[in-house]
Nanobody, 121 residues
């Protein structure tokens, strides 16, 4: 059974950085598209970044492009999200997702439990 687990969330000051990690004990994540989403209280879940096997390889929301980087940590069967220049608007619960497909999408069948990111001075 797919079991995605996120880690790396925490409290960071504005302008600070965090690196999130998404792992799975069953799937070989390097074979599939994997996406990061986030959700702030009272708001809809929104896509943040995705890594897949398209020509571009990665995709980012306009609000995070240039600050966030998604990459594969194949040695640890993980997909990471390096977040730099964090602002209050970036706060929320971050989730990783996959659907055992090769390309990024907008809907996924498998989700992790989420990891909290708090940005506060």
């Amino acid at each position: 059974q797919v079991q995605l687990v996120e880690s790396g969330g925490g409290l960071v000051k504005p302008g600070g950085s965090l690196r999130l990690s998404c792992t799975d004990s069953v799937l070989t994540l390097e074979e599939y598209a994997v996406a990061w989403f986030r959700q702030a209280p009272g708001k809809e879940r929104e896509g943040v970044a995705c890594i897949d096997f398209s020509a571009d390889g990665t995709r980012y929301a306009a609000s995070v492009k240039g600050r966030f980087t998604i990459s594969r940590d194949k040695a640890n069967n993980a997909v990471t999200l390096q977040m730099n220049g964090l602002q209050s608007e970036d706060a929320g619960v971050y989730y990783c997702a996959t659907d055992q497909l090769k390309l990024c999408s907008t809907k996924y069948g498998f989700w992790g439990q989420g990891t909290q990111v708090t940005v506060s001075s």
